[in-house]
């Protein structure tokens, strides 16, 4: 079974700042895919980034990078220069080959809050 | 390009309705997957969709149900609702399945309150 911990219920950051929001995964499937997800108020799911588990570099998109440490399982998404656009629920996620990759595993998420 | 539409936006139902919720992908995305989200338990698979085939089926009642057309367009469909079935229905749709580095894009949901 594939298992997400987010650990941090709420992050409060800076405009202009970067923050770090915490990932760890648990798999035993040798090929997976992880992914980050905003969530703002008004539901939509919005995909930001995206890692494989064979990927040798930490992927980038934009402002946001993906720290990514496969030994320790982990999978953090680091948001450089925040705005206020960026106060949203954020959600870890990953797939794995033994459900077909068909399957997104989500974590509770974190909620973060951009403040001026 | 449009994204994922899903309709309704907002629904409300009783106990004991039924509720068929819509979504269509982004054109010429052929596979479709349905979540439940809840504040209790967080987001949950339902079922997934590829080439009017049910490919994957989450832990879910078989009051839950769903369908693929050769459009690509799904719904899903619950029966004999229960006051634990309010939630935010998410849609989400990629190029094909199978693949880890497949994207799944998500539409605005259905958010169901059963009264």
């Known amino acids: 079974a594939q298992k997400i911990t987010q650990t941090q219920p709420g992050m409060f950051v800076q405009e202009k700042e970067a923050v770090t929001l915490d990932c760890t995964y648990d798999t035993s499937d040798q090929s997976y895919g992880l992914f980050w997800y905003k969530q703002p108020s008004s539901g939509e799911m919005i995909f930001l980034i995206y890692q494989g588990s064979y990927d040798e570099q930490n992927a980038t998109e934009g402002r946001y990078s993906l720290n990514f440490q496969k030994a320790r399982k982990s999978a953090n998404l680091v948001i450089s220069a925040s705005q206020l656009g960026d106060s949203a629920m954020y959600f870890c996620a990953m797939r794995g080959s033994r459900s077909g990759y068909s399957t997104l595993t989500f974590g509770k998420g974190t909620m973060l809050l951009v403040s001026p | 390009k449009a994204g994922v539409t899903q309709t309704p936006r907002y629904l409300i139902k009783t106990r004991g309705q039924q509720v068929t919720l819509s979504c269509s992908p982004i054109s010429g995305h052929r596979s479709v997957s349905w979540y439940q989200q809840t504040p209790g338990q967080g987001l949950q698979f339902l079922f997934e969709?590829?080439?009017?085939?049910?490919?994957n089926k989450g832990n879910f009642p078989g009051r839950f149900s769903g369908r693929q057309f050769s459009n690509s367009r799904s719904e899903m469909n619950v029966s004999t609702l229960e006051l634990g079935d309010s939630a935010l229905y998410l849609c989400a749709s990629s190029l094909v399945p199978g693949e880890a580095k497949n994207i799944q894009y998500f539409g605005a949901g259905t958010r169901l309150s059963v009264l």
């Open positions: 969709y590829f080439s009017e085939t049910q490919r």
